[in-house]
């Protein structure tokens, strides 16, 4: 069955560096997604996508958070100035009946 | 915004025992999704069902639309099942969906 691919699985970065986290979907679904799950709680919305656009975003999706679909296929969430608290496991996602996720990528900031 | 409440928070089961997972919404919902986080992180879709009964294998999910609620029956239980079960809910206008607070299952041998 395809896949929703994330890289790096695991990113370690200090306090106020920046990250790119990213995403290879499936394919030609509409509608892609970023969420968040800091440790032991629940799954939280960043953004969501819609024909390379942000069609929507959380409170959470602060300007320090930017999202772009720079080749047609990649998709990627860029975290200008870490923080400590923006330490989580990040989720991409694609909806085609039902949600697909990717297998997250853990950033711990230090 | 729409709350998503699951019952219970937490489960210990014997291996080959039966349990029930809830699942209550606080609006109307479009669409409703089940999941299970593995140990890994890993979310997988276990279920979309916005209405009616489905089953796949040893789990079966039934969602009451109108009366605002979704079950997630898990029989015989293995403990490859061990993990956090996540109801997730399309609601109004949104494509986001809201996640349920989770039930967290362990099942020992």
């Known amino acids: 069955e395809p896949e929703v691919t994330q890289t790096p699985s695991h990113q370690v970065t200090q306090m106020g560096q920046e990250v790119i986290l990213r995403c290879v979907p499936i394919?030609?679904?509409?509608?892609f997604y970023w969420y968040r799950q800091i440790l032991g709680q629940k799954v939280e919305f960043l953004v969501s996508?819609?024909?390379?656009?942000?069609?929507?975003k959380s409170e959470i999706f602060d300007d320090q958070f930017s999202v772009e679909r720079p080749d047609g296929s990649n998709f990627t969430l860029k975290i200008r100035s870490t923080k400590l608290e923006d330490s989580a496991m990040y989720f991409c996602?694609?909806?085609?009946?039902?949600?697909?996720f990717g297998s997250g990528t853990r950033l711990t900031v230090v | 915004g729409i709350q998503v409440e699951q019952s219970p928070p937490d489960l210990i089961l014997q291996e080959g025992a039966n349990s029930t997972l809830r699942c209550n919404f606080s609006?109307?919902?479009?669409?409703l999704q089940w999941f299970h986080q593995n140990p890994w992180g890993q979310l997988i879709n276990l279920f979309y069902?916005?209405?009616g009964t489905k089953q796949n294998g040893r789990l079966s999910a039934t969602t009451v639309a109108t009366e605002r609620y979704s079950l997630l029956y898990i029989s015989s239980s293995q403990t490859t099942d061990s993990g956090v079960y996540f109801c997730?809910?399309?609601?109004?206008?949104?494509?986001?969906?809201?996640f349920g607070t989770g039930t967290k299952l362990q099942v020992i041998p």
């Open positions: 996602a694609e909806e085609d009946y039902g949600y697909t």
């Open positions: 394919s030609n679904h509409l509608y």
């Open positions: 996508f819609y024909n390379n656009e942000i069609s929507e």
């Open positions: 609006d109307s919902v479009n669409n």
């Open positions: 069902i916005p209405s």
């Open positions: 997730a809910v399309h609601s109004g206008g949104y494509q986001k969906v809201t």
